[in-house]
């Protein structure tokens, strides 16, 4: 049994913090908790639902329904006859609207930039029809490396219309967060996936040979009131990524 996530759930289960008062979502919780701390490591094996419901006190109803939650976004992967594992490359589902650092901490990973322009300029006439913006608007511009640690994994070119992120500088680690503390993190936004050879300029900033797969995203995000905040596009490296939808026939 992994004594890691049975004293995190005991902790969970004893802590007067009741926001969380069903099992099942209390399960979740110490799996997202130890493998952020690394105490189960990418594609290593979770305990069996048996030795789970056994060690937890919990019925097997109850685990398997905390697991398929986490295998749903991507943390954890089942092999047929072999078990649950953590899953090795970062599979990103495509139904939340995430930040690349969140997703990162959510693994366990460091996320960190590397900066090669963050700074204030007009918006190009493209820009401004993909944003709605008046010719001439200012506009943040951000154009970084994402890493894990120090694996280089996308890069990104962020436009943000300054009305809403002012100072470029306020983008630290995360443009999510900046916005967030400015009460401007999108809602709402429309994403659109290509598959390309990276070419030798993306390549070399993200470690991989020229040619090599990788994923071309754009994406647009939305305010509630409709107002554009961010127009990205992201060269994610496609050897790492697993981009994951879930489909209903209604
Ligand atoms: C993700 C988004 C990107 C967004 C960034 C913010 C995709 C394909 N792209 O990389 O649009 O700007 O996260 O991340 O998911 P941050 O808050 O860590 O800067």
């Given amino acids: ?38 105490d189960i490591e990418p ?8 030795d789970l419901s056994h060690a937890l006190g919990l019925s097997r109803v109850t685990v398997r329904k905390a697991i398929a939650g986490l295998v749903e976004e991507g943390l954890l992967t089942q092999r047929h006859g072999a078990g649950t594992f953590v899953a090795e490359r970062i599979v990103k589902p495509m139904s939340r609207l995430t930040s690349f650092t969140e ?21 190009t006439p493209e820009e401004a029809m993909a944003m709605n913006l008046s010719p001439g608007a200012a506009v943040v511009r951000l154009h970084r490396v994402r890493y894990a640690g120090d694996e280089p994994l996308a890069i990104e070119r962020s436009v943000v219309p300054a009305s809403v992120l002012p100072d470029p500088m306020a983008v630290r680690d995360s443009l999510y967060e900046a916005l967030e503390q400015r009460n401007a993190r999108p809602r709402r936004a429309l994403q659109r996936l290509r598959a390309v ?40 490296r496609g050897d790492i990524y697993d981009f994951v939808a879930e489909l209903h026939t209604d």
Avoid at 43 to 50: D, I, N, V
Avoid at 105 to 114: D, H, K, W
């Fill in 1 to 38: 049994m992994e004594t890691a996530l049975a004293a995190e759930y005991r902790r969970l289960c004893e802590s007067p913090d009741t926001r969380q008062p069903l099992a099942y979502l209390r399960l979740r919780r110490a799996i997202r908790t130890v493998v952020e701390h690394r």
């Fill in 43 to 50: 594609g290593q094996a979770l305990p069996s639902e048996r």
């Fill in 103 to 123: 997703d990162l901490r959510a693994r366990g990973l460091n996320p960190r930039s590397e900066f090669f322009e963050r700074g204030i300029g007009e918006v």
């Fill in 197 to 236: 050879s990276l070419s030798a300029q993306h390549a070399r900033l993200l470690h991989v040979p020229t040619g090599s797969a990788g994923l071309s995203i754009e994406r647009r995000s939305f305010l509630d009131d409709g107002r554009v905040v961010e127009f990205t596009s992201s060269w994610y």
